[in-house]
């Protein structure tokens, strides 16, 4: 299951080459970014409201010891944009669209619909992976933002009823809290999550072995691997954007 | 049948010298030698599994030699870029086996894929008109807006064959265009690669087990043997032989 370190950065290496040459395929770009999120939408909403409604009622209590529930907007706000959002959004699109590309692209190489495309002088690297490498690390961030918001307006409702706290109260309260460094670490992160499931897809699609069963193989290992490295690259940035908060 | 090898032009499109070609331990090719001519029809005959998708596969680049010497169009297919390689391509037409339609696109859109990523200048019409008169050549414009997965087998084949056509190329590779086939749609298959080869001038390489597909449409005939072409010739001169490895084809075709 496990692949050489040296062959993932060659692929990569040859998807920073090919993806900034033209021919662009735009429409395919596009068509993908779409269908990204188009999978995943409706998982990511539910997930997310539901997080920021459960996150804001577990909170509560030891909040309350302190009587400091007033400061749960801020808590939910900061966990949300910080490690919740881009966490969740990540590992539901490991799930959902890494296994797609991954079975997507295997299949294409099984039934040599990847070897027509060469055959018949297109680049099936630029078409196929570019696309869908860039796709999900311009997609990715988007959702995570969408996931942080939903979740705020979850963790709103359970305020609002508990403690009556207007939206503008909620999202004033929440929003100070929130610093030009967490925006900028969790996009960060979410762009390099949203490359990882992209290029994990890909390879394992592009790569996969002959037969029915390596089409299955290419998904399977598409989430487990995603969702591995996406922790442990979860685990290094958080040390990483460590150092710039004191 | 009137010979058609009397009129072919003596010029070589492919040439290859050498070919070796293993996987693991298992020596597939072991120095083929094999020309083909300009606008001519080379059959390539074979029991199955003796490598003959895996060299007509080297000589676009899918696979590459182990040893020997692959040219096509005066260019070495392993030695050339990337690029040079893509542009050989487009005057190398390849119809795979099993077709390899791109099964999330429509018939129109599988037709149009080569087209309009190598001919970026053509107007919406003149892409659209350029597939219709393919289908129309292949006879399956009904088709244009069904996906792979609502065709038959033969259908898949048509369009296969279309989708390859449609670049215009100046040689034709067919792996097995009338393996499980119906004997009408083999005739249909094997017309319509004789009216490729008038229309457009082609040179092909056409590999099949069946025989009379093999006589309809080969000015010549190679069979490729333990990994290499022992025996080359007419139609007549490769089968006038004792040799068991070849006779069974014959029978089996002809007598039973
Ligand atoms: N990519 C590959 N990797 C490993 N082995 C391969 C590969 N492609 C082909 N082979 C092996 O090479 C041999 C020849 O295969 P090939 O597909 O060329 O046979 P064929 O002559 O076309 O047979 P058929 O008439 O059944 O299509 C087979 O034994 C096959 O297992
Ligand atoms: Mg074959």
Redesign the pocket.
Known sequence: MFITLSDVFQFMGRFFKEAFMPPYEGRELLKQCYDIGYKSLALISLTGFITGIVFTKQSRPSLAEFGATSWLPSLVGIALLRTLAPLLTSLIAAGKVGSSIGAELGSMRVTEQIDAMEVSATNPFKFLVSTRVMACTITIPILTFYTALVGMLGALLNVAMSEGTSARLFFQASLESITFLDITASTIKAVLFGFTIGVVGCYQGYYSS?GTEGVGKAANSSVVIGMFLIFIEEVVSVQFFGLFRT | MVSKTTDIDREKVIEIKGLHKS??D?Q?LRGVDLDLYKRENLVVL??????????I?IIVGL?TPDAGEVKVLGRIVDQISYRELLELRLKVGFSF?NSALYDSMTVRENLEFPLVRNQRRLTRGEVNSAVEEMLDAVGLLQTINQMPSELSGGQRKRIGIARTLILRPEIMLY??PTAGLDPITCLEINSLINEVQERFHTSSII?T?DLTCAKAVGDRVAM?LDGRFERQGTFEEVFATDDQRVKPFYDYNFIQ
């Open positions: 002959k | 996987f693991g298992y597939v074979g029991k199955s599994g003796t490598g003959k998708s895996v060299l596969k696979l086996q792996d097995e590999i087990h490729l």
